[in-house]
């Protein structure tokens, strides 16, 4: 006998076992129970299949498991983030984290020794909430009783099965998804482009500009600092030093180009070696722009830009769902980091129709929730873009006209990152074209709509309906309110302007060119976004790659792709500032929001003025389902943490 001993949520419990009693533990021969898969279970429904995946093909698998002690880490999250509690700022090392929320070792060395079985290797994360496995075809055909086959849908190749993965039942249980039995690439980048048809009508100046001198007109880092009164923070001598700030991307870049862009814009920078790179799960491949290669470098030019002393870290994974969830938990254990951005992701809508047709379960979205909350218990700020049509971003993927926002920003543990319109003054083609926008406002391309023959449209109603942009805002269908958006005003009733009417069962539109304001009241789950800035292209930025050729410039470039690697930049001056980390903005944030003197900007006029062609503001309100919080003075906020 043998005796092994293990401390999870504050107790300590004796695990006997015995060779016989563990080896029947995993036996393959126990019953068999069906484990959740990822978001390309459905595609594979739907695909043609080509013939079976070569039994001796490479494939990577990840498996996410179950936290232990939910109620508990619920708690301890709030009582990091809660002034006065002997635990705030208090955060667990990923050991730590492990001992208390993780899966028991038992359980994870009968997981590995299952695979085992099969010639499987495991690589377990030392959260011992995920593990990575490496095989081949054949041997996880056998492990999960499928069968891999190469398959093709709208023109995509990939592989996948069509029948749901099994494992012994006593092993399925602490099971939250499986990951990678296909490896479709699901998940699009946050970025937005003006029209070719605006861009043709600037100046040249405006578009193009040399390795030291970048385009005139867009927004610049130190305009951003200006706007959002970052600048301030950074005379006080706080520009990130000591702090190491991540990125999850699933695109790759050339460090080099970035080095180039922060020369281009004056920023002086730390370290040449500030930037490293960690690829998961192989990497992502060669740099592409339509890989989304310019995602990956916009992120650390922006990020990088307001926080100049800080180190960055870069984890490239392939896009894949296994890729996605494995870059995340190899962060966050990691716990380098003391802030982490993501810019891509997918709509509710993608993760619920999978769910609608018995090919995915909800613990795919809480699969991510659950790296969230490790990241939260661990005081990582966590930021994810929301995307950007409006308030229909199921438009992006599945095509439905419904309102929807974007997953994984849905989760209440990440601070959602929403994007505004600048006023005129802030942008040459709002000058160049006449365009009117006073002040600051919900990044909706409504205010484009009566400029129809600009862009050679045959009516006002199709070049609408054929331009649905915006920041993605709303509410969840997945993921209920969360405590900290409890009582703030304009989070439970809303205004909306009906833009647009979904027809035809939310597969087509009706436009209304003089929309009415209605009134609307929540349906009681997570509203996002939660903070706001510029990320209209229209009132947008420049990107500096080799990729684009010519001068490496690109101009008319935006979204919430770009929102969220700056409130990571401004996330590692904070925690620079406070000498610590913070943790969890989300609870704190709205907590300051509801104080007289209060961080953010709201943006709550009501009507047209002011939505993402949906939701708009109330006037008196502090949250509003397009911006959020509306926009941070960034001194202020670092104040008030």
């Not at 054949?138 to 996948?160: D, I, P, R, S």
Request: charged share 10%.
């Amino acid at each position: 006998m043998s005796k092994k001993s293990t401390w999870f949520g504050g107790i300590t419990a004796t695990l006997v076992t015995s060779s016989l009693c563990f080896a029947g533990f995993i036996s393959p021969a126990r019953a068999a129970q069906t484990v959740p898969q990822g978001i390309a279970a459905t595609v594979a429904q739907s695909s043609t299949v080509m013939g079976n995946l070569p039994v001796d093909q490479p494939v990577t698998v990840s498996m996410i498991l179950r936290a232990t002690n939910q109620a508990q880490l619920t708690h301890y999250i709030q009582q990091t983030v809660t002034p006065g509690n002997p635990n705030y700022r208090k955060f667990l090392t990923t050991q730590q984290f492990a001992r208390a929320y993780g899966q028991s070792p038992l359980i994870i060395d009968a997981i590995v020794a299952y695979f085992k079985l099969y010639g499987i290797s495991a690589q377990v994360y030392p959260d011992n909430l995920a593990i990575t496995l490496n095989g081949t075809a054949g041997q996880f055909n056998q492990a999960f009783g499928v069968v891999l086959q190469t398959m093709q849908w709208k023109g995509k190749k990939f592989y996948g099965t069509k029948k749901n993965p099994n494992l012994p039942s006593n092993l399925a249980n602490p099971v939250l998804a499986v990951l990678g039995l296909s490896n479709y690439a699901p998940f699009a980048t946050n970025t937005a482009k003006t029209p070719a048809a605006l861009l043709n009508k600037l100046p040249l100046a405006d578009t193009t500009g040399t390795t030291t001198t970048p385009p005139a007109g867009w927004e610049s880092p130190q305009s951003i600092e200006r706007l959002y009164n970052i600048s301030p923070v950074q005379q006080k001598g706080d520009l990130g030093q000591g702090q190491t700030l991540g990125i999850v991307t699933l695109a790759s870049f050339n460090p080099n180009d970035v080095y180039a862009y922060w020369q281009a814009y004056g920023i002086k920078v730390a370290s040449n070696q500030r930037v490293s790179v960690v690829n998961v799960d192989g990497g992502s491949g060669t740099p592409s722009l339509i890989a989304g290669s310019g995602e990956a470098t916009l992120d650390v030019e922006q990020s990088g830009s307001l926080a100049p002393d800080a180190n960055i870290i870069v984890y490239q994974a392939p896009n894949t769902d296994y890729g996605f969830m494995d870059a995340f938990f190899h962060a966050i254990s990691d716990n380098q980091v003391g802030s982490l951005s993501a810019s891509w992701g997918m709509s509710e809508d993608a993760v619920n129709t999978s769910i609608a047709q018995g090919q995915e379960s909800p613990n795919y979205a809480q699969a991510f929730n659950e790296a969230f909350e490790e990241a939260a218990a661990q005081g990582i700020s966590s930021f994810a873009a929301t995307g950007d049509y409006g308030a229909y971003q199921a438009v992006s993927d599945v095509g439905t006209t419904d309102l929807s926002v974007g997953n994984p920003a849905d989760s209440p543990y990440v601070t959602a990152a929403g994007a505004t319109t600048l006023p005129t003054s802030d942008s040459a083609i709002f000058q160049q074209l006449g365009i009117s926008i006073p002040q600051e406002r919900a990044w909706g391309y409504d205010y484009l709509y009566p400029l129809w023959q600009e862009f050679g449209a045959s009516s006002e109603q199709a070049w609408a309906e054929s331009a649905i942009g915006g920041s993605n805002g709303g509410y969840s269908d997945i993921f209920t309110k969360p405590s900290y958006q409890q009582g703030v005003s304009g989070v439970d009733h809303f205004h909306a302007v009906q833009w647009f009417t979904p027809t035809n069962h939310n597969t087509n539109w009706t436009f209304h060119a003089n929309p009415p304001v209605v009134s609307g009241q929540s349906n009681g789950f997570r509203a996002l976004p939660d903070v706001s800035m510029d990320g209209d292209p229209d009132t947008g930025y420049a990107i500096y790659s080799t990729l684009f050729g010519g001068d490496n410039w690109s101009v008319g470039w935006g979204g919430t792709s770009f929102v969220a690697p700056q409130l990571n930049g401004i996330a590692a001056l904070i925690d620079e500032a406070n000498g610590s980390r913070v943790g969890f903005w989300n609870p704190q944030i709205y907590r300051f929001a509801k104080e007289a003197n209060s961080p953010f900007t709201p943006l709550n006029a009501t009507g047209t003025s002011n939505d993402n062609l949906y939701f708009t503001g109330t006037k008196g309100t502090i949250y509003n389902p397009a911006t959020g919080l509306g926009t941070p003075d960034v001194a202020k906020l670092t104040a008030d943490f």
